[in-house]
């Protein structure tokens, strides 16, 4: 099976950016679509930004025309480029694959918005 790793998490003001990255241990062709989820501490875990093989991509409502997810085929990596960062985007950011067979998640990477 594919592993995905993220990194890229970190502390920022409100109002500044993140760019997550999630490398995949193998091609991330074998999977039908990627997606980016977070978990706040308490909530349930929610899914974020969307992408499929082909480039096509969805957002949560709460993170329209702030965030961009992308993928990279040629270094087997999806990104989430974050701006305009609010307190409540604050989470541990999730990495997901999800192919014919099986799904892949990675290990999380923290987000905390504060000033």
């Known amino acids: 099976q594919v592993q995905l790793v993220e990194s890229g998490g970190g502390l920022v003001q409100p109002g500044g950016s993140l760019r997550l990255s999630c490398a995949a241990s193998g091609s991330i062709l074998s999977f039908i679509d990627m997606d980016w989820y977070r978990q706040a501490p308490g909530k349930e875990r929610e899914l974020v930004a969307h992408?499929?093989?082909?480039?096509?991509?969805n957002y949560a409502d709460s993170v329209k025309g702030r965030f961009t997810i992308s993928r990279d085929n040629t270094k087997n990596t999806v990104y989430l480029q974050m701006n305009s960062l609010k307190p409540e985007d604050a989470a541990v950011y999730y990495c997901n694959g999800r192919s014919k067979y099986y799904s892949s998640w990675g290990q999380g990477t923290q987000v905390t918005v504060s000033s």
């Open positions: 992408i499929t093989s082909g480039g096509s991509t």
